[in-house]
């Protein structure tokens, strides 16, 4: 059997973008379990809470959500600096995209920090808290790309025409969060099914849906019709197959409840960031034939002389 490494720079930062993907995603649903607690003027100031790093007496479950949501961001942008800092320094032995890419996720996390601050000072407008959303869900593709381009480099394992049903996915996707996330920052959600006003924006998002649902499905049959996609990828395909079938009966459970239960709303926006990880990081996932790979091989003999 033969074992290739990467090189150690190219794996290292690898390893450390997918972690920097869990912290985008958890800021994602620490963000939408703020939100549905209504906890997003829970610290009046920014980006101090009540005047200091870690508030005290003023603690409670709402103050908690808001001050974690701003430390995991913080986390994000410290990890980001870092990044960008070591793909620099190693820039000769990682491919030349890799500092140029690391340089605009910095400034698309400072610009998501400005509308964080924004989203605040100016008492959570809805088009700014959807803005602020939008980023974090690029920020989420952008970093599980480079993930699945800095671990499994080379050729991607999905033809072109298949790759372009693909990113139309993760773009649906994405948009019909953002709508959903202005049915819910709007009340329309709440107007609509308590009053009956204001029913435009939650009639539209519930129409898009479907088509939204049918597009991401064709993409995973028409992917598992490719013979090495299917025998190497299927955990990737089941999974979204998985994450798109939960997401409607979240949406519909969500309704038919009143938009009453929080958990389940805040599990809707979490399958949607997940739906967008995993579509990016399988239309970026490539073959292993990259040259960027430094060999070495590892045969069953050696292992069994070494062991002697």
Same mark, same amino acid.
């Given at each position: ?13 690898? &390893? ?21 607690? $209504? %906890? ?32 995991? %961001? ?29 340089? %605009?996720?910095?400034?698309?996390? @400072?610009? &998501? ?58 773009? @649906? ?58 025998? +190497? &990828? ?25 938009? @009453? $239960? ?20 399988? +239309? ?19 292992? $069994?002389?070494?062991?002697?």
């Amino acid at each position: 059997m033969q074992v290739i490494y990467p090189q150690k720079p190219r794996f290292r930062l690898g &390893q450390l973008a997918a972690h920097v993907v869990v912290a985008l995603i958890a800021l994602v649903v620490i963000g939408g379990a703020t939100r549905v607690m $209504e %906890a997003g003027l829970a610290c009046p100031d920014w980006p101090l809470c009540y005047g200091s790093f870690l508030p005290g007496r003023q603690m409670n479950l709402q103050v908690f959500l808001e001050w974690f949501h701003r430390l995991d %961001a913080f986390f994000v942008g410290i990890v980001l600096i870092t990044q960008f800092s070591l793909s620099l320094y190693w820039a000769k032995s990682l491919p030349k995209w890799l500092p140029w890419t690391y340089g %605009a996720l910095t400034l698309l996390v @400072s610009f &998501q920090g400005f509308l964080g601050a924004l989203t605040v000072l100016q008492l959570l407008p809805s088009l700014v808290v959807v803005a602020h959303l939008a980023v974090a869900f690029i920020l989420v593709a952008i970093m599980s790309g480079v993930t699945q381009k800095l671990l499994s480099p080379g050729k991607s394992i999905l033809p072109l025409w298949i790759r372009s049903i693909g990113f139309t996915s993760l773009f @649906s996707v994405i948009g019909q969060s953002l709508l959903g996330s202005r049915v819910a920052t709007s009340w329309a959600a709440h107007r609509c099914l308590n009053f009956g006003d204001s029913c435009n924006l939650l009639t539209l998002h519930r129409a898009t849906a479907i088509p939204v649902s049918i597009l991401v499905i064709s993409f995973v049959i028409i992917s598992l019709k490719q013979r090495d996609v299917f025998i +190497n &990828q299927w955990p990737y395909l089941f999974t979204i197959t998985f994450l798109i079938i939960l997401q409607i009966f979240l949406g519909v459970f969500s309704i038919q409840l009143g938009m @009453s $239960e929080p958990l389940l709303v805040i599990g809707h926006q979490l399958v949607a960031c997940l739906l967008v990880a995993v579509l990016s990081a399988l +239309n970026f996932k490539g073959k292993v034939v990259d040259g960027t790979y430094q060999p070495l091989f590892v045969t069953k003999p050696t292992l $069994e002389t070494c062991h002697g």
